[in-house]
Nanobody, 114 residues
């Protein structure tokens, strides 16, 4: 599975961003898709994931500020982030689980200025 992410960038605190990630290359269905992030000096952490049935899971730090959605026909997952904070600055990695294997995208940088 190859994952192609887009939508990162620079935004002011309180602003919004929408990340997209398209999966391709697998003849098998992709189960869970979503996003993790890693800030400098920190471990990679969950942002939000969603199953193929549309069940989402969010990190507590982002609940109420982001919405994950998915288009199964396109193997694409979207993350709408609102009211962004400087502490949301990180590299955001697209994630997919397919046939018991984990896959990662190349990462997209989100920078939130104060």
């Amino acid at each position: 599975v190859q994952l192609q992410a887009s939508g990162g960038g620079l935004v002011q605190a309180g602003g919004s961003l929408r990340l997209s990630c398209a999966g391709s290359g697998s003849p098998f269905s992709i189960n869970t898709m979503g996003w993790y992030r890693q800030a400098p000096g920190n471990q990679r952490e969950l942002v939000a994931v969603i199953t193929s049935l549309g069940n989402p899971k969010y990190a507590d730090s982002l609940k109420g500020r982001c919405t994950i959605s998915r288009d199964n026909s396109k193997n694409t997952v979207y993350l709408q982030m609102n009211n962004l904070k400087p502490e949301d600055t990180a590299v955001y990695y697209c994630y997919a689980l397919s046939m018991g294997r984990n896959y990662w995208g190349q990462g997209t940088l989100v920078t939130v200025s104060s």
